[in-house]
């Protein structure tokens, strides 16, 4: 027995909305990662300051140049983070591009799904003036 039009319909509305869901997933955890990126960033900033704060007139620390490979690898570690941050801005970008493509296709597994249960409400309707 053959598959109605109205049951693959369905079934294909259902596969596009697991696609469409996965991939509000997928947006989603990209957003966390650039959340928890530009916080680390801001931290990193922050403590920075407070050490320039902090330590700019302890002279003692400056003379044993405590303070220079600490600034070195907090700047690494900030280009690294900026460089982690742009790959995650433009894999949001591609994964946005993806969600709306997927929501399109459940706007239109929708549309197809409705025009199939008005076609078969017509031929039912058909159906039952021929038979009285």
């Known amino acids: 027995m053959t598959k ?29 990662q ?23 007139s302890d002279a003692v620390l400056q003379r044993a140049n405590a303070i220079l490979p600490w600034q070195n690898w907090v700047a690494q570690r900030r280009d690294q983070m900026n460089i982690e941050l742009a790959q995650v801005m433009a894999q949001k970008e591609f994964a946005r591009a993806a969600m709306r493509q997927s929501f399109g296709q459940v706007e239109a597994a929708k549309s197809l799904l409705a025009q199939a249960l008005r076609t078969e409400q017509q031929t039912v309707k058909r159906q039952t003036y021929h038979r009285s």
């Open 4 to 32: 109605s039009t109205r049951q693959k319909q369905t079934e294909l509305l259902q596969l596009a909305q697991l696609k469409f869901q996965s991939d509000q997933m997928g947006m989603a955890a990209l957003a966390r």
């Open 34 to 56: 650039e959340t928890a990126l530009k916080r680390h960033l801001k931290d990193l900033n922050q403590s920075e300051k407070h050490l320039c704060k902090t330590t700019s």
